[in-house]
């Protein structure tokens, strides 16, 4: 059989291995690889995208959310759909569906699917309504009032697309339903409620009326595939509220699960759940990735899913029988009143974690005697006590990994052949507490604490970058740019479809001055107060995340010692190390002589059958690398213009072998702001 020249899937094929077959690339000649073409868009944002490569044709997503074809070999733009959305944020892939006559895209554009011609761009007209189907659209509540957005692409399996979705980390957020449409229609075929229904299994893990007021519980990172069999595997993230889960109290099956779902017919066949009640926001970050091990003296095929914990863990696809113990741990209850914590967690006990598990104050910074005198004083008031500690009210609890990973949507890279796993993850502590909810009678002010707080904090100040302050933000924004944010969202954070323009125009005057009361106006009388309207699913109780907050140093530095990123190469026949890298640097650390650091790194590994790693990732350092899988030794590595936060894609056009990924610095404001898609190949 001829090997695959093209990268047809997102991840590069429906098993989720990001491995090609394609052998023109080698260790030995790897380091003569110079710039192919860049395709360079004059737009702000952070789509992540791994593109797909048919063919000629490499189909991509601008920062605006506008699909791309552009020619594989040259970088030049062959059509451009705009569906006249204005979007931002994360849509990591397309899907592409052939029955070897008829072709189409299936590409997400926030909460709408539409279906393309390839080789024109053009919307398919028979395709739900004029070429879209809403996948608001057919979910428990009001459409208008949900955050929908396709981030993940489908997976197309015969003639049905299987779809997740992004939504809302806090209330109001629909129960998201694991969804299944015709491909040449838009009908809905099947769908799977992962907030069971009264005769499903799973309802009782929930309070009786859940599946009707709860949300979340969604496949917002894709999927993986066993085409022969017919198996889906869905993994999902947590229920609304992330933190705090007193109208949730269970163990909330299907939240935080790896499914295994009959992609005929939506028919759950197995699962395991990697948190119970969830309260740590420890969603199932990328697809799992298939692949067949020697396990016990016998080929096993089997599914591997790596975690937020840092944890791999490893199941025979077919039966979902772990191939290596899992036990459950016990954990200290919640002191939080209205807080029901799960008396133990699963923890596999091989693979070892591939991230660090608990800090102490033997892991702190050792960067300057300063840094570290200053991160051991503040981390004696932060409570320290491991994985799965529950959110203490006005404490700061120690989340580490942090809530960016151990394994981030990137997910890992497999051998198919020798069954060796690579995955990359951040190594940093963040902190995180509950607050008491206050009975706001400003409205400005209730607005802010149920939609902004938990990013923003309580006093503004966010935890940049992944956060960025909005003190003073109305001197660096106009109105019209901050209600353009609000509305249509950036990066990671979602649009509120649910604010009016009243409660709008008081959240604008509350961040423009959070001192005085800034009532909802009344037939134009703004003296009148009233309180913000309760949201259809709003939590009974009393405590609130109080925010996302990083551990760096006064100058900026993560606060723990390096590595603050690795790479690893795990064997899953054994369960043993192969090696372990750091990955990423600080450029100004690197000037002082700090070098190998690792840093803050997002979107994944690809590998080639010649036994290349590629990967990017890095978000300071701005740099394109390639290791040798069976030692991790760098052997070569580029300047980008921009942080590589896209999986790479490789594939072939005329005998040529081309390695393509997406950059911007939308995580790094600090750097020069931009987007390309750039491409290397050999001379």
């Given at each position: 059989?001829t090997?695959?020249?093209d990268?047809?899937?997102?991840g590069?094929?429906v098993?989720?291995d990001?491995?090609s077959?394609l052998?023109q690339?080698?260790p030995r ?5 110079k710039?192919?073409w860049?395709f ?6 952070e789509?992540?995208t ?7 044709t490499l189909?991509?997503?601008t920062?605006?959310?506008k699909?791309?074809a552009l020619?594989g ?8 759909f705009?569906s ?6 994360a ?6 569906w ?6 189409r ?8 699917l ?10 398919i007209e028979?395709?739900g309504?004029h070429?879209?189907?809403d ?10 009032q ?15 697309v ?5 939504t809302?980390?806090i209330?109001?957020?629909p129960?998201?339903d694991i969804r299944?449409?015709?491909v ?5 075929r099947w ?6 229904h ?7 893990t929930?309070?009786e ?22 198996i ?5 993230g ?15 099956l299907?939240?935080?699960?790896l ?12 699962h ?13 970050p ?7 091990l020697?396990h016990?003296g016998?080929?096993?095929?089997a ?6 914990q ?8 077919v ?5 290596f113990p899992i ?7 919640s ?14 006990l ?8 608990r ?10 005697p300063?840094?570290?005198a200053?991160a051991?004083?503040?981390f004696?008031?932060f ?5 799965f500690v529950p ?5 700061p609890?120690?989340?580490f ?7 981030e949507?990137?997910?890992p ?8 796993l690579?995955?990359?993850?951040n ?7 509950l607050?008491?909810r ?10 802010y604490?149920?939609h902004?707080?938990a ?11 992944a956060?960025p302050?909005l ?9 019209t740019?901050v209600?353009?944010?609000?509305q249509?969202?950036r ?8 604010l009016?323009a ?5 959240l604008?005057?509350?961040?423009a001055?959070?001192?005085r ?12 107060t009233?309180s ?11 405590y ?5 907050n990083k551990?760096l140093?006064?100058?900026?530095y993560?606060?723990v010692?390096p ?17 372990k890298?750091?990955l ?11 070098k190998?650091?690792?840093s803050?790194?997002?979107?994944g ?10 990967i990017?990732?890095t978000i300071?350092?701005h ?5 040798d899988?069976?030692t ?8 980008l213009?921009y942080?590589?936060?896209?999986t ?7 005998g ?6 997406a950059?911007?610095?939308a995580r790094n404001?600090?750097g020069?702001?931009?987007?390309a ?6 001379p």
């Amino acid at each position: 059989m001829t090997p695959r020249t093209d990268w047809p899937v997102y991840g590069g094929d429906v098993r989720g291995d990001r491995y090609s077959p394609l052998t023109q690339i080698t260790p030995r000649n790897v380091a003569t690889l110079k710039l192919a073409w860049r395709f360079d868009i004059d737009e702000r944002g952070e789509p992540e995208t791994n593109p797909l490569i048919i063919g000629r044709t490499l189909y991509a997503y601008t920062p605006e959310l506008k699909i791309v074809a552009l020619d594989g070999a040259t970088g030049k733009l062959k059509w451009e759909f705009d569906s006249g959305i204005k979007g931002s944020g994360a849509h990591r892939g397309i899907a592409y569906w052939s029955d070897g006559k008829h072709s189409r895209l299936l590409a997400g554009v926030k909460y709408y699917l539409y279906a393309l011609v390839p080789q024109t761009g053009k919307a398919i007209e028979s395709f739900g309504e004029h070429g879209r189907i809403d996948l608001r659209e057919n979910l428990i509540g009001d459409p208008a009032q949900f955050y929908v957005s396709l981030n993940s692409p489908g997976m197309i399996y015969k003639d049905l697309v299987i779809v997740g979705f992004r939504t809302s980390e806090i209330e109001p957020a629909p129960p998201s339903d694991i969804r299944a449409y015709d491909v040449r229609t838009g009908a809905l075929r099947w769908a799977f409620h992962t907030i069971p229904h009264p005769w499903e299994f799973g309802h009782d893990t929930w309070p009786e009326d859940a599946w009707k007021n709860s949300g979340s519980a969604n496949n917002w990172a894709g999927f993986a595939l066993d085409e022969k069999r017919g198996i889906v595997y869905a993994p999902t993230g947590s229920a609304v509220d992330d933190f705090y889960g007193a109208d949730r109290i269970g163990d909330d099956l299907f939240a935080d699960t790896l499914l295994a779902l009959d992609a005929n017919t939506g028919r759950r066949l197995w699962h395991f759940q990697e948190v119970h009640h969830d309260i740590w926001d420890r969603d199932l970050p990328s697809p799992p990735a298939l692949v067949t091990l020697t396990h016990a003296g016998r080929r096993v095929d089997a599914v591997a899913q790596t975690t937020k914990q840092g944890y791999v863990y490893v199941f025979n696809r077919v039966t979902g029988e772990p191939l290596f113990p899992i036990e459950e741990v016990p954990y200290p209850p919640s002191d939080v009143p209205g807080e029901f914590a799960s008396p133990t967690q699963p923890r596999p006990l091989a693979p070892e974690p591939f991230a660090r598990q608990r800090l102490t104050e033997d892991l702190l910074t050792q960067r300057t005697p300063a840094s570290h005198a200053w991160a051991l004083e503040k981390f004696r008031t932060f409570r320290s006590e491991g994985q799965f500690v529950p959110l203490s009210v006005g404490r700061p609890t120690v989340i580490f990994p942090g809530f960016d990973g151990g394994a981030e949507w990137g997910g890992p890279a497999v051998d198919p052949n020798k069954g060796i796993l690579y995955v990359n993850a951040n190594d940093v502590a963040w902190t995180g507490m509950l607050i008491p909810r206050h009975d706001e009678k400003d409205t400005g002010a209730a607005i802010y604490q149920s939609h902004c707080l938990a990013c923003h904090g309580e006093n503004l100040a966010g935890s940049p970058p992944a956060f960025p302050s909005l003190i003073h933000v109305g001197e660096r924004l106009t109105s019209t740019q901050v209600t353009d944010v609000i509305q249509t969202g950036r990066g990671r954070m979602p649009p509120f479809p649910d604010l009016d323009a009243a409660s709008l125009d008081a959240l604008l005057r509350y961040l423009a001055d959070p001192g005085r009361t800034h009532p909802i106006a009344d037939n134009g009388n703004d003296k009148q107060t009233v309180s913000a309207p309760a949201s259809p699913t709003a939590n009974p109780a009393g405590y609130r995340f109080g925010g996302y907050n990083k551990f760096l140093d006064p100058d900026g530095y993560p606060a723990v010692a390096p590595p603050w990123g690795t790479l690893s190469a795990i064997d899953l026949n054994t369960g043993k190390y192969l090696w372990k890298v750091a990955l990423g640097e600080y450029p100004d650390l690197v000037a002082q002589g700090l070098k190998d650091t690792g840093s803050e790194n997002y979107g994944g590994p690809i590998l080639t059958a010649t036994g290349l790693l590629f990967i990017g990732a890095t978000i300071f350092d701005h740099k394109l690398r390639a290791f040798d899988s069976h030692t991790g030794q760098l052997l070569w590595q580029t300047e980008l213009p921009y942080a590589g936060i896209g999986t790479p894609a490789t594939y072939q056009i005329d005998g040529k072998q081309y390695v393509v990924i997406a950059t911007d610095n939308a995580r790094n404001r600090k750097g020069p702001q931009g987007f390309a898609y750039v491409a290397y190949a050999l001379p």
